[in-house]
């Protein structure tokens, strides 16, 4: 209520020919926290009418800290340095006031200094902007989507199928490792996630490529299964191992505490 009052006033004053108080009322306004983007802008105005663009753009650009869309801000900014001859400047600001806030008041101040800024008004006015989005927007083609086709893989493996590596040339120390297929890579549709059998009973899952797996004959059977029988117990060893040493480490790891927990109380104690 009190913005608006101040506001009125201030309209009042300025039919009246008497701008200087409209300044005070403005700067009153302001100076008791009432300012705002469109406060700061009226203000701006009333400057301009006093004949002080710099002191108007001042308020200007406080009022787009305040918000950088208060196209009145822009208008004004823009009445001001077509005082002060700054074209390109008046033309920015004006052409962006335009844009968001058209103002017919503006239009005329909007072409000349489009022209003393030397640039092609038809080019650059709001209108012609607003035009051609919506002609772009018209002429919008829809995109063609292609239907993309997979390749099958090069060779086919069933889940849990016994196989061998070979012909891998970056990692060599694969070459004649036992695995089970897991399943088709998701990365990759001539790629296989392998379960490959290393030493000491370690296993780990890689994508390996169809080329380089060898499924394991019938005739091999039963020496592939022989040889799983020795990674299971290597495996289950080796299990067993990383356990008790587990153990160990956190036996040692208590043992240390309570030495520690004795050795301050001793020391407490004197």
Not at 145 to 166: C, D, N, T, Y
Not at 175 to 199: A, F, M, P
Not at 209 to 234: C, D, G, H, K, Y
């Amino acid at each position: 209520r009190v913005l608006a009052k101040v506001k009125a006033k201030a309209s009042e004053l300025l039919a009246e020919g008497l701008a200087e108080k409209a300044l005070e009322k403005y700067s009153e306004l302001i100076k008791t926290g009432g300012a705002t983007a469109l406060i700061m802008a009226a203000r701006a105005e009333v400057l301009l009418k006093l004949g002080r663009p710099c002191a108007a753009i001042r308020d200007c650009c406080a009022a787009l800290q305040m918000n950088a869309d208060c196209g009145k801000a822009y208008h004004v900014r823009g009445a001001a340095h077509h005082q002060l001859q700054h074209w390109k400047k008046a033309y920015r600001d004006l052409s962006q006031g335009q844009r968001l806030d058209f103002q017919e008041d503006y239009a005329a101040m909007h072409a000349l200094v489009t022209k003393k800024a030397g640039v092609d008004k038809e080019k650059t006015s709001p209108r012609h902007d607003r035009a051609k989005i919506a002609e772009k927007v018209l002429h919008v083609e829809s995109p063609v989507v292609e239907e993309v086709k997979l390749k099958p893989p090069s060779k086919e493996f069933k889940i849990g199928q016994a196989v061998r590596l070979g012909g891998l040339l970056k990692a060599p120390h694969l070459n004649g490792k036992r695995g089970l297929v897991q399943r088709l890579s998701t990365q990759d549709n001539d790629r296989w996630e392998v379960e490959i059998r290393l030493d000491r009973g370690v296993l780990e899952v890689k994508s390996i490529r169809s080329e380089n797996i060898v499924a394991v004959p019938r005739n091999q059977a039963a020496e592939w299964q022989l040889e799983e029988a020795r990674f299971t117990q290597e495996r289950q060893k080796r299990e067993k191992e990383d356990k008790r040493w587990n153990e160990e480490q956190e036996k040692s790891k208590k043992f240390n505490t309570f030495r520690n927990v004795c050795e301050k109380t001793l020391n407490a104690q004197g």
